[in-house]
């Protein structure tokens, strides 16, 4: 069989992943600053839905204070 595995790679690096256009370089991984916007707007999107990880991230700056201040 000489089938060519190739085409079963396909380089989605090289794949915009908002609308699946040749990436270009310069806005890795998107093909233009649009697309990265709007990948972004999808991860804010999500972020706000689920209050888990922004608040982990204000919370452990609260307790750090409140300890150092108490030791001393
Ligand atoms: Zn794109």
Do not use: N
Not at 33 to 47: K, N, P, T
Not at 54 to 70: L, T, V
């Amino acid at each position: 069989m000489s089938q060519r595995p190739r085409l079963r790679a396909i380089p989605t690096e090289t794949a915009c992943p908002i609308c699946g256009k040749p990436v270009v370089p310069k806005h890795r991984p998107f093909c233009s600053v649009r697309c990265s916007r709007i990948d972004l707007g999808r991860w804010l999107g999500e972020v706000y839905r689920v209050p888990a990880e922004p608040s982990a991230d204000d919370e452990a700056d609260q307790p750090r204070r409140s300890e150092d201040d108490d030791e001393h």
